[in-house]
């Protein structure tokens, strides 16, 4: 089975924080992802991975870094927390290959709420 | 810009009815479309993923449905049992320019919230 984990399911941070969220899938997956989700707005992408060191921004960058380092894990980066980022996020990863587009696998979400 | 919609956002049935979910997106030119179950507070379960070329898929009581011409998919829940209570959530993969450029990502409907009675 994959499995994607997340290293926080809750964390609470002050504002102005820098804010560290890590993902980790064990199935060798290309593709990595980063999204929040909010109530009335449902999830929305924030940043995205090809491969190791490469990143692409997605619909809401503003306000995130990601690293990438080695190919299991994904960093989402918040540089300076504000309350507005107060949500939760949820880490998805999938293979690439032979011109198919595979199902996306998630993590179990990291409820980060900002004060 | 891809859009994607589902109806109804909320439903409540008894147990034991059949039911569907229906979801609808703008632009047809996708690579596939993959059904999702979320519980409270927790993260997203695949539930059935159909690619462009195919128009269904079964797993158990889940059937779903594409047809990419019209822009539609349909979750089909067969006797349905409290334990599906849930929100069931539609994404579709397609090529979507974001900010940085091009490349592909899921994009997401809001979900249908689903509560069944026993």
Redesign the interface.
């Known amino acids: 089975d994959v499995k994607v984990t997340q290293s926080s399911r809750y964390l609470v941070k002050r504002t102005g924080e820098k804010v560290f969220l890590e993902c980790v899938q064990d199935m060798d997956h290309e593709n990595m992802?980063w999204y929040r989700q909010d109530p009335?707005?449902?999830?929305?992408?924030i940043y995205?991975s090809?491969d190791v060191k490469m990143k692409?921004?997605?619909?809401i960058?503003e306000g995130y870094s990601v690293s990438r380092e080695k190919k299991e894990r994904f960093s989402l980066i918040l540089e300076s927390a504000s309350t507005n980022q107060t949500s939760m996020y949820?880490c998805?990863s999938n293979p690439t290959g032979g011109g198919?587009?595979?199902?996306?696998?998630?993590?179990?979400?990291t409820?980060l709420t900002v004060t | 810009k891809q859009e994607v919609t589902q109806i109804p956002a909320a439903l409540s049935v008894p147990e034991g009815e059949n039911l569907v979910l229906n979801c609808s997106f703008t632009d047809s030119a996708i690579y596939n479309l993959q059904w999702f179950r979320q519980d409270p507070g927790k993260g997203l379960t695949s539930l059935l993923l159909i690619q462009s070329s195919q128009r269904e898929q079964t797993s158990g009581r889940l059937n779903a449905s594409l047809d990419k011409s019209s822009g539609r998919s349909t979750l089909y829940i067969a006797a349905s049992q409290p334990g599906d209570s849930a929100t069931y959530l539609c994404a579709v993969r397609a090529i979507q320019m974001y900010s940085g450029g091009g490349a592909d990502g899921l994009t997401f409907g809001k979900g249908t919230h689903l509560i069944i009675q026993p």
């Open positions: 992802f009335g707005l449902g999830l929305r992408l995205f090809y692409e921004k997605g619909d960058p949820l998805a198919l587009h595979y199902e996306q696998y998630f993590g179990p979400g409820r």
